[in-house]
């Protein structure tokens, strides 16, 4: 290659890239392939340029050209070739495009690289900041062309496709386990010396390994899991790591809350029953291996395809995931056994439903309270990064809350309790087809209206009732028990202190006596054999706890900061439908702010799940990050305690954002099983 | 550290180390342990320098350093300190030594460190070249202080453990199994922060993995196991992993010989029987298992001390232990699944009776028929180190040949079969007590005498039968039958051909019909209920084509090497006593050559594994050598046909070296259960 000089080089020809804009002189002949290698252009090609694999489709740039002001020959490229008539004929390809490794540059040529043609292609996930996931996963599958055997020349077979990676791919030293090294000489043989691997080279420069290995060139697709592994629900993202395009999301409970509610009771029952800690290990592992079925069959995939796994958790979940007593967590100084990340082969954690090879990693924690939820927190929403004060509250049974810009950034953790997760709430139930998610109250008449997973319809629509015959109507949701006690609240149906009026006090025959106190019923199913469902006095205390606990966690930082107000605010849950900003503030979950600067981001440690298991780079990003993030432990402070009691009062009686006809939830990236969770609108102004 | 000037420093003291000769200055009351380390002296400390191990032991060499020409100060070292008296008083110290982390220099002085004192401890190999073995096991105990944890600058307990090592032990980025992990926080609470691990690291920079864990400071050992894993015997050396001591020797038959006695019947066992390698491979990993209990249970530890083990093995055997379908190596081009080195968890060869965290190092195959047994002899008797042309063979079922200098060294593999290990030969059984081991026939009276394992007594001597009551005399062991032909064919008993004559040809009833042929009765029991050992026949065909594929694989190296004789010759063999060097040459099993010059050196494969577990520098060396020998395929050579065909007869009718009248096998490292093997003479003189 020869730098751009104003006379053409004799048997040069200049190359110039869309959309990189790269630029070069090669010899007449090359191929396409090889001039991009060589600029350093991102053009795929798992085959290694045979003609096979079809992932180095280029366009040239005819008649473009003179936007340069070079003049194009009609014949810049070498004439259409028979691989590519094959490839054509057998698997089609559309008209103009050519395969980059039959293309040689025969004269001057602007070659465009279709997106679907990059590397690193670029997924775009759609929220607030439009922020883009570069694919660099960890896990990818080559194809190599491996020396034959000779008596003379002694080497084993697997030291023979080493080497042919390494010549082939630049991938060195690589290792296989036996499983591997006992499957290698049939599928050479079977590929008559031609195969394609699963390659897996973890971050920190790991030992590349050969998870898996094909005869031929192997035509499927290999899978990825991201796992938020929460005290009440497990949400998994099923993702093809080729693209990182999401297969499926689904979720489940976590059954480990037989054993306890919250994180604190599950240390106890450890503590209170010796060896308890094998058995919620046990168990958690188990619907793990269920959860990673059930996700694939729903893809149309066997789990056996899934070569890896990323796990965040919170500290306790991490100890439990690994099988190591967590006893230590429930005491001063919480000391964690291991703090880094971690990278496990699957069967570590008897995760046997995934391929017998596959990897795990598992992000840093913070400190003893603070886990690799909010490390993964972190990595998705990036508060290192941002120019102005942003506060990120991940809602679970614990919050991990951070608060900072790129000067300094601050972690904790605050014992919520699973009431936002739908759990401890009379109809309470996980984010599922049939849960209200959205709740409104009009505050004239106090008659609600609703929305359920699995339809965009409002209760009061017409054919709400069939859109949601195969569902029913069976529980509310965290989403949804939010914006039900928030409605409440401006409805005049609860005092500031919480309680709900009785009939006499609120003119509704819906706030009707439960033994001592009052229940507001939201629905009546049982006409039609469904359910009633209210919300009780109990749940609305249960959620008094849950936000007070929140916003104190919120203050806290913000006293550590210095800060008496926040630029921006992002509200992330890892299930069920989007908290409603406004409704979190109504409620005082979080400080006040103005609800343009209030997002909602879904599941924010899911995300930063996917993103570590599609970019391998982002691992070493998030693990360097964890160690700026300064810890602030909510369990030794007494100004926690403080906030927290003073937190108990639900602010806001009246619709503290009467101006806004209309608040849009950004489209982001759901964990809704029903796909729902798009861009919704409210359709009616109240005041 | 200033380096030594004629006139003394203000301020420092010369000290000058024994044996070493390293020598410098330092300042007053620097504590020797520091002197050493600054000067790379060899002075071991597990400890740390806090007086806890008394690995540092050293002797201050008042008085004689007047020879230096230097005065000698009283007090050129601290004064007995307390820490140094508790020691004293509680574990005991030989008069006159000192700790080397509590004595500080105070004035120029001499410090012998005793050998125990030295890290890299020199066990003599006594054999013909009197060779050392320097400790550098993979895996060795560390004593660490842990730093507590803090609530304000989280890290895990393992992080911090992490620091430690590598602060106090300069040992990087260490890793550790989720088991160990489990151990960790119990394990630092108990010792007060203050641990003691079992280390691991590998060759080629492999990662350090903590082993084990025990609070505070570990007074136990950890051991190691060297096992040569042969078609027919598995014989094993158990180390401590300290010194290289060899606390107990043991083996076992290979229980897979009930799937075909040689290499070549198992392959096929394997084609016949799909499926059948998975078999084999469990009958013989469940077999080492066995033997590690047992070499344990005879060495008084237990085995979950073990927590290394190295393998050596030809190239069948390789891949049935990994699990490996042999099948490749049963037709050309012979080509191994792997040939590099392997490391491994010995869990993922389900060796389960040892440590749950133990490796496996398994030495590089040369070649499809050349394996990880040839590569040990070539790291035990270095061929490629010697000066004149050597000629290497390792006796088994099948032979593992090696011919070379420092300029060349050539390798095969000989098909024998096992008759050399007693297999296939009537009385034939492996080497154990009761076994005869040693046969001398008179050649005027044909009258046999012999000598059995567990008994330096020969049956004509005294007391014999008292000192073989408790074993009997059970049968004839492959160094037994080896003798026994060899004398045999001396006594006038065999024609060149190898026939045993009658009692009219030989005049002695010994040679007795059995069928169309006759017997040489050895010893006759019955009498007392004992068997009746013969040598048939049989035996006699068995050992000619043994030898006569053993001397055909050495003839074709030396035509591969173009040279008509060699300068020395090595005899090896997996089990049983030493193979008889003059026998060996009356049978013809090797070129003929000065019995001066032929050595017997007892297991050299299994030698080769033991430097390989207490040297992990040797593993990078035997695996940089294993490229360096030019491997000879015999299966397909037509002249190796011609050389064993021509080499069926016996060549020697009287006794080649009627001038000596004592032939010395000198002491070797003996893989004999019954501990015999030292020097032995030969009391009668023949001709």
Request: glycine share 10%.
């Amino acid at each position: 290659m020869s730098s751009e000089a104003p006379d053409h080089a004799a048997e040069n020809a200049l190359v110039i890239f869309t959309p990189s804009g790269k630029r070069g002189r090669f010899p007449l002949g090359t191929p396409v392939l090889t001039v991009a290698r060589q600029l350093g252009v991102d053009l795929d090609s798992v085959c290694g340029g045979r003609g096979i694999c079809s992932k180095c489709q280029i366009t040239p740039g005819y008649g473009e050209f003179s936007k340069h002001g070079v003049t194009v020959q009609a014949d810049a490229l070498s004439e259409w070739n028979s691989v590519e008539e094959r490839y054509k004929s057998k698997r089609g390809l559309i008209d103009g495009r050519r395969l980059g490794c039959q293309a040689k540059v025969m004269g001057d040529v602007v070659i465009d690289v279709p997106p679907e043609s990059q590397v690193h292609k670029q997924v775009i996930r759609k929220s607030a900041t439009e922020r883009v996931i570069a694919m660099d996963p960890a896990t990818r599958l080559l194809y190599v062309e491996v020396a034959e055997p000779d008596m003379h020349e002694p080497t084993g077979d697997f030291e023979r496709l080493a080497i042919a990676l390494r010549d082939q791919w630049q991938v060195a030293d690589v290792s296989a386990d036996l499983a591997l090294m006992r499957r290698l000489q049939p599928a050479l043989r079977k590929g008559d010396w031609k195969v394609t691997v699963a390659l897996h080279q973890g971050n920190h420069d790991a030992t590349p390994r050969i998870l898996d290995i094909w005869p031929g060139f192997y035509e499927g697709s290999i899978y990825g899991l991201a796992i938020d592994l929460g005290s009440t629900t497990i949400a998994a993202h099923l993702c093809d790591l080729k693209d990182g395009r999401v297969l499926a999301s689904s979720g489940l409970m976590n059954p480990q809350i037989r054993f306890g509610e919250d994180l604190m009771s599950r240390v106890s029952y450890v503590m209170m029953n010796p060896g308890g800690d094998v058995e919620m290990t046990r168990t958690v592992r188990e619907a793990i291996n269920g959860l990673a079925s059930a996700i694939a069959t729903e893809a149309g995939i066997h789990p056996r395809q899934i070569y890896e796994a990323v796990f965040v958790c919170n500290p306790v979940m991490h100890h439990l995931l690994l099988g190591i007593d967590p006893v230590e967590l429930g005491q001063a100084p919480f000391a964690l056994a291991t703090s880094g990340s971690l990278s496990l082969d699957a069967r570590e954690l008897d995760l046997a439903n995934l391929n017998a090879s596959a990897r795990v990693y598992i992000l840093p924690c913070i400190a003893g309270h603070v886990g690799a939820d909010a490390a993964a927190v972190a990595l998705s929403e990036q508060p290192n990064k941002s120019d102005d004060m942003v506060l990120i509250v991940d809602v679970g049974t614990n919050a991990e809350i951070l608060l900072g810009n790129k000067t300094r950034v601050l972690a904790c953790s605050s014992p919520t309790g699973p009431a936002f997760e739908g759990a401890q709430i009379s109809s309470g139930q996980r984010a599922a087809p049939g849960a209200i998610e959205r709740v409104e109250i009009d505050p004239v008449t106090k008659e609600p209206r609703f929305r359920v997973i699995g339809s965009d319809l409002w209760s009061d629509d017409p054919g709400f009732a069939e859109a949601t015959a195969t569902s029913g109507i069976t529980g509310i949701c965290g989403s949804g028990i939010i914006e039900a006690v928030a409605e409440m609240r401006m409805a005049g149906l609860l005092d500031p202190g919480g309680l709900i009026g009785s009939p006499e006090q609120t003119g509704t025959w819906r706030t009707t006596p439960e033994g001592r106190t009052h229940s507001y019923v939201l629905h009546d199913g049982t006409a039609d054999g469904g359910p009633r469902i209210l919300v009780t006095q109990g749940d609305i205390r249960a959620i008094q706890l849950a936000k007070s606990a929140l916003y104190a966690g919120a203050r806290l930082l913000m006293d550590e900061m210095g800060v008496d107000k926040v630029d921006r605010v992002t509200l992330a849950g890892a299930f069920g439908a989007h908290i409603s900003p406004k409704h979190a503030m109504v409620l005082g979950m979080i400080p006040d702010a103005p609800l343009n600067k209030v997002t909602s981001a879904g599941n924010a440690a899911g995300t930063g799940a996917r993103i570590a298991l599609c970019n391998v780079a982002a691992r070493n990003q998030i693990e360097a990050t964890v160690h700026e993030i300064h810890k602030v432990e909510t369990a030794i402070e007494p100004k926690f305690q403080e906030h927290f009691v003073n937190a108990n009062a639900i602010p806001h009686a009246v619709d503290p954002f009467p101006e806004l006809s209309l608040i849009v939830t950004l489209p982001v990236v759901s964990f809704n099983t029903s796909g729902s969770g798009g861009a919704d609108g409210r359709r009616r102004r109240r005041g």
